[in-house]
């Protein structure tokens, strides 16, 4: 589809950032430049709305600093240097590596490493799974994110369903658990605040007393990787007074007799001395989530980043049961929604494009160790849509996976990011405003559409328009590579086995821009665990190995070295997203490392102070904000930064790439490090 050619006008968007929210956007127009990007007022739950980061997006889109035709590298791997080639050029390039390379290793030795820089789908997940099946290469098991988190939510609840987040303005307890939701989602602290207006009262969980427990009415500090056991010794205290929903545990649930035993040796004292958690503590807060409803409680992301983080969410998700809050308007829980509109994911990637069925599968977290395996090595990697370089575990394992010179590196973004500066083809991205895609919020229950708005950058071209570049060029015949992506679209929406998109399709997207998921079908009617039921014991889990009741485990001992490092996400940039843009920086300032007073007064390191943090995977220079934020013990800092000259930012160099005990998940938050004034 081509760009609007109206020069001027205001034009609908959507957010296409990895954040719940997904924003309705409107991008004001001038002389075919976008001058503002504003939230849409008329946008059911962004109203208007959105954060700074995206206020300043037209920095971004017309960075001078954007790559605008494709390069070929000419310097040593990583030095940066590289010259102009046409898209031919490069296509051709690509084409014969990869070819030669299918003939002498096998197409497994090519790796596509993709993640959702754009969440439109077909930009992310569209026209190159397609070409990547029908190439046969390895496949990236995509579980950076919420792997652990969303796996242990589906044993409890059957996938990711949750509360409509509308409702939850008549919600009366909020409780935001190991989510920095007013840097990460934020409209739903706008709810929150609404809700408080009437009374309900909002309650923090979290490692670190950030701008997030600052709102709260009470914040809770925990000791890292603990959540599971603070859930069930609310769950103890629930079964011990007496607070549990009878009615709705034996019509809506299996197992709650069991679960009542079991939680048994979770008592106060014990929970107390895992959590940090002072007893009475403990008492207010399961008093408080046992007597209050409408309760809430929006599961973060961070909790799930340690080793034991399926089982903590797979806890936590039983607890709205207990109470009986997912019939209570407003009640029960959100880890993510994504479910709810779940499109024809097999209608757009088309799996049985692939012959090679059993093809090796390889875990993107696990990236490092992957690209120096020597045994039937990967020759060749494509990135889009990410920026490995910075965001993935091990980091230094990493980029010395990336320097290799036998590796053929293509990096396609908008940016020179890290990676690409290891590549020997960088090709040049669109934005998503240049693009036509549809967006559906793992948050909210809007599904949304985007019609390009502005010519695409220089030569810059769209995922979907690259793959199918490289289908032609390898002489693909399958009509799948000649759809459009209009036809993309509708494949994917027109034709669900979903009920709750299946009034949805591609021409009422177009007339109304976002249209809603039909929660008025009953989500405990439609559970997709195996007895239909919300599984407080799974027997499921016990297949997997499991225990089938929650059950707290202790992350892995990670070495000797004194403190848990927390490397969080900030508030000014999205991932390592816009930390390469000078505005967004200067919002930020500088990296923090927050540690406690008295870990600081131990080692001389004052406020303000620089501190190298280490450990034997590597280190890295933060600057010292002392206070009492933390527990002692535990130090974080915010942001995935960008290699700023003479600057040592790189927290991922610390980060443990062991997998979560769930979905093969990150545990970026269960490293332990050491740290001294320089
Ligand atoms: N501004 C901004 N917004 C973003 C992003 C960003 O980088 N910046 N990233 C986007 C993406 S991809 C995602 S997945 C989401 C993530 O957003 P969230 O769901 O908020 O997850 P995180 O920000 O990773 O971590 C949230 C909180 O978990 C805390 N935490 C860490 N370990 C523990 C623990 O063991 N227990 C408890 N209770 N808390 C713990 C951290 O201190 C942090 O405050 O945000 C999205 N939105
Ligand atoms: N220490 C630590 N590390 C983390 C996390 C953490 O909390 N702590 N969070 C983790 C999480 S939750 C996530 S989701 C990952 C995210 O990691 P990534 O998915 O790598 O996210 P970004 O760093 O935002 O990089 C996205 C890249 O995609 C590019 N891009 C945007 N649009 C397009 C497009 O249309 N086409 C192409 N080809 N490229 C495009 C952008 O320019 C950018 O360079 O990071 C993980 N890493
Ligand atoms: S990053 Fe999130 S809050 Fe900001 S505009 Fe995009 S969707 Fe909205
Ligand atoms: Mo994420």
Redesign the pocket.
């Given at each position: 589809m081509a760009y609007t050619k109206e020069q001027n006008g205001v034009f609908p968007a959507v957010c296409?950032?990895?954040c719940p929210d997904q924003c309705g956007l409107l991008l004001q127009k001038k002389d075919g430049k976008i001058i503002k990007v504003a939230g849409d007022p008329d946008h059911p739950v962004t109203q208007g709305n959105i954060c700074n980061k995206v206020r300043h997006m037209t920095d971004r889109i017309y960075d001078p600093k954007r790559l605008e035709y494709p390069l070929k590298r000419v310097g040593r791997k990583g030095e940066g240097k590289f010259e102009r080639i046409s898209w031919e050029e490069a296509i051709k390039a690509i084409k014969d590596r990869w070819t030669h390379l299918i003939d002498s290793e096998g197409p497994e030795s090519i790796l596509p490493y993709?993640?959702?820089?754009?969440m439109?789908r077909i930009?992310a997940e569209g026209m190159d799974r397609r070409f990547f099946n029908r190439l046969g290469v390895s496949i990236q098991d995509q579980t950076?994110?919420?792997a652990a988190g969303s796996k242990g939510y589906s044993y409890t609840m059957g996938g990711s369903f949750g509360t409509d987040p509308e409702e939850t303005i008549d919600t009366k307890l909020f409780i935001f658990w190991g989510v920095n939701a007013v840097s990460t989602n934020m409209h739903q602290v706008a709810l929150a605040q609404k809700a408080r207006k009437n009374g309900a009262k909002i309650v923090v969980i979290d490692v670190h007393k950030n701008q997030t427990g600052r709102l709260a009415d009470w914040f809770i500090p925990i000791l890292p990787g603990t959540d599971g056991a603070l859930a069930l010794g609310i769950m103890h205290i629930l079964y011990s007074e007496n607070m549990i929903d009878d009615e709705f545990l034996k019509n809506y649930t299996v197992g709650y007799k069991e679960l009542g035993n079991h939680v048994e040796k979770y008592d106060p004292n014990t929970v107390s001395s895992i959590t940090g958690v002072p007893v009475e503590d403990i008492y207010k807060l399961a008093r408080m989530y046992g007597q209050t409803s409408p309760s809430f409680i929006r599961i973060g992301?961070?909790l799930q980043?340690h080793d034991n983080g399926g089982m903590a969410v797979r806890t936590i998700a039983c607890l709205p049961a207990l109470t009986g809050q997912w019939v209570v308007r407003g009640g029960g829980a959100i880890k993510g929604n994504g479910a709810f509109l779940n499109h024809n994911v097999k209608a757009l990637q088309r799996p049985e494009l692939r012959q090679n069925k059993n093809a090796r599968v390889i875990n993107m977290n696990l990236i490092g160790q992957a690209l120096l395996e020597t045994n039937q090595p990967i020759r060749s990697m494509y990135v889009?849509?990410?920026?490995?370089a910075?965001?993935?575990?091990e980091g230094n394992k990493v980029r010395q996976g990336l320097v290799r010179d036998d590796l053929f590196l293509i990096v396609?973004?908008?940016?020179l990011?890290e990676?690409a500066m290891y590549a020997d083809i960088v090709?040049p991205?669109?934005?998503?405003f240049e693009?036509t895609d549809f967006y559906t919020s793992y948050w909210h229950h809007y599904m949304q559409i985007q019609q390009p708005v502005i010519a695409p950058y220089g030569e810059s071209k769209?995922?979907p328009d690259?793959f199918r570049l490289f289908a032609k060029a390898f002489g693909f015949q399958e009509e799948a590579f000649k759809d459009t992506d209009e036809q993309l679209i509708r494949q994917s929406i027109d034709d669900v086995d979903n009920p709750y998109v299946k009034d949805i399709n591609y021409e009422l997207l177009i007339e109304k821009q976002y249209v809603k998921a039909d929660r008025r079908i009953n989500l405990l009617n439609n559970l997709p665990t195996p007895s239909g039921k919300i599984e407080l014991y799974s027997e499921q889990m016990e297949r997997d190995g499991y225990p089938g009741l929650p059950t707290y485990t202790p992350i892995v001992n990670d070495g000797d070295l004194p403190f848990l490092f927390i490397?969080?996400?900030n508030h000014n940039f999205?991932?390592?997203?816009f930390?390469n843009n000078e505005k967004h920086i200067s919002l930020e300032k500088y990296p923090r490392l927050h540690l406690n007073s008295k870990d600081a007064e131990k080692r001389s390191i004052e406020d303000g102070d620089t501190v190298r943090v280490w450990n034997d995977r590597g280190e890295c220079e933060l600057i010292a904000s002392v206070g009492e934020n933390v527990l002692p013990g535990v130090v974080v800092s915010q942001g995935?930064w960008a290699d700023l000259p003479g600057k040592k930012y790189f927290?991922?160099s610390l980060?443990p790439d062991r997998v979560a005990d769930m979905g093969g998940g990150?545990t970026?938050?269960s490293g332990r490090v050491d740290i001294e004034k320089i």
């Open positions: 296409p950032l990895d993709g993640f959702y820089g754009n439109g930009s950076i994110c919420s992301n961070g980043h889009y849509n990410s920026n490995p910075v965001v993935t575990p396609h973004d908008l940016f990011t990676t090709l991205a669109t934005s998503s693009n769209s995922n690259v490397p969080a996400p999205l991932n390592s997203t930390s995935l927290v991922n980060a990150a970026f938050f």
